[in-house]
């Protein structure tokens, strides 16, 4: 166990120079004063899942899966049989005998799948020689099913027994999966969204099919997640981020996230040549439903599904790429990056000096594209008054390389894992002292020292 002070960056307080984000020691929001260094891995650890209240999976460039107890940091479970690289995890619960047990997918180079007890960690089931690499897994809980994304998208029942599969799409292949309502499937393909249905006859034999395709993105589309029963949002490299009904798949709302920030008296100005692709391409999305958070090149947008206007935003959050977000309450998130940090952030009123806050920039949404005349006057974009600003909260400095994602556990605490092969617990430093003093009470009566 190691006891962790953060903030070992030089004090400077809560100011941006330039590109470089700086917070000093002194972090009174920050309750992750506490971490454990988990070690087991030999490459670059990718993907976190979480199997239950108290374990997590880890996996990577190495091969293997791990299985963790997140409680006291201790690995349970070493899971081997990829000859290569995790390309992709996710955990499948299912009912037998009223009994539930959750199980874990794992997806590799090798072009295999594997399913594993995490309980136990024996492999299940596995199948080899698949036409192409898993690039990522969606359970379908109601149907009982999951889908593999490869050249093609494949249906699977818990036997590991191929039920259907669509044809070959492109060389690009299926990056992201999603659920959508009616027995639908949305899987992102280089720059198009295509729209599976499902159909399940009578005597119980599945087949799958191409129903639409949604080709607004300008380029691949890099980020696909469910908002809620009714829409889902997509994020492509060109930083375009659009908001589709879930049902009849239209355009609820479209934003170029990517401008300039104007001089005093100008018109915001769109100039594609001035980014880097970097710099405006969308790498996560998340949500709780009511708001969806962007990470944009080293930034960060937040922005209300309600009024569909950006409601805070920080364009240079980190000091590189923005890996991976969550949203912990209505005014708190979290984002990591290829910087190595891990930073926690508070939506408060009072902008930035150094940042204008215009709804100009990104925070006109539109239902449907819009086809503005060539050589039109621009129309001035209406005030947004509720615009604020992202403050820095906490910085969390433990990892040497890029921090690829991380996992809540709530008042357990956070698991983050890098491409410095290794995987960090961060814990509330007053939780766990006052755990440790009870336990060590309990100790003491049970001995009749007390």
């Known amino acids: 166990m190691l006891r962790w002070i953060l903030g070992g960056r030089e004090a400077q307080g809560s100011v ?9 020691e002194e972090q009174p929001k920050n309750w992750f004063t506490e971490l454990q260094v988990l070690k087991g891995h030999f490459d670059i650890v990718r993907f976190l899942v979480q199997i239950d209240d108290f374990r997590c999976a880890s996996a990577g460039d190495d091969g293997l899966v791990l299985v963790w107890n997140v409680e006291t940091g201790e690995k349970l479970q070493e899971l081997r049989g990829h000859s290569q690289q995790i390309t992709a995890m996710t955990t499948f619960t299912c009912n037998k005998g009223g009994a539930s047990h959750t199980s874990l997918i794992t997806a590799s180079s090798d072009r295999s799948l594997s399913l594993w007890d995490p309980d136990t960690g024996n492999r299940v089931q596995t199948i080899s020689d698949l036409q192409s690499s898993v690039k990522c897994l969606l359970v379908l809980e109601r149907l009982c099913v999951w889908v593999s ?83 889902f949002a997509s994020g492509s490299h060109a930083g375009e981020l659009i908001l589709w009904d879930a049902v009849d798949w239209n355009i609820h709302g479209y934003e170029h996230i990517l401008w300039e920030e104007p001089q005093a008296g100008a018109q915001p100005e769109i100039r594609l040549a001035a980014h880097k692709p970097s710099e405006m391409s969308i790498q996560h999305l998340t949500t709780d439903g009511r708001h969806i958070l962007a990470a944009v090149g080293s930034g960060l947008y937040v922005y209300s599904v309600l009024t569909k206007t950006v409601v805070a935003y920080r364009k240079c959050a980190h000091d590189s790429n923005v890996l991976h977000t969550m949203l912990a309450s209505d ?9 190595g940090s891990l930073r926690m952030w508070e939506i408060q009123d009072l902008p930035l000096p150094g940042e204008p806050a215009s709804s100009g920039f990104f925070g006109m ?82 001995s009749g020292g007390l």
């Open 16 to 24: 941006e120079k330039g590109p470089v984000l700086c917070i000093g």
């Open 149 to 231: 994304g490869a050249e093609e998208l494949c249906v699977w029942n818990e036997d590991f027994q191929l039920q259907c599969q669509s044809q070959n799409h492109s060389d690009t292949g299926i990056t992201a999966l999603i659920e959508l309502p009616k027995n639908c499937v949305a899987a992102a393909v280089d720059k198009e969204i295509v729209v599976f249905r499902l159909t399940v006859s009578t005597d119980s034999s599945m087949s799958v099919a191409a129903v639409r395709r949604l080709s607004d993105h300008q380029d691949r589309v890099r980020a696909l997640i469910n908002v809620n029963d009714g829409l």
């Open 331 to 339: 005014s708190q998130l979290m984002s990591c990056s290829e910087d």
């Open 365 to 446: 949404w539109t239902f449907g594209r819009s086809n503005k005349p060539t050589g039109a006057a621009p129309k001035k974009a209406p005030e947004a008054p509720s615009i604020r600003t992202l403050e820095l909260t906490g910085d969390l400095i433990g990892h040497s390389g890029a921090v690829q994602m991380f996992v809540s556990f709530g008042e357990k605490g956070l698991v983050t894992c890098s491409t410095d092969h290794l995987l960090i617990l961060w814990r509330n430093g007053e939780r766990q002292s006052g755990l440790r003093s009870r336990a060590l009470f309990h100790k003491l009566e049970e």
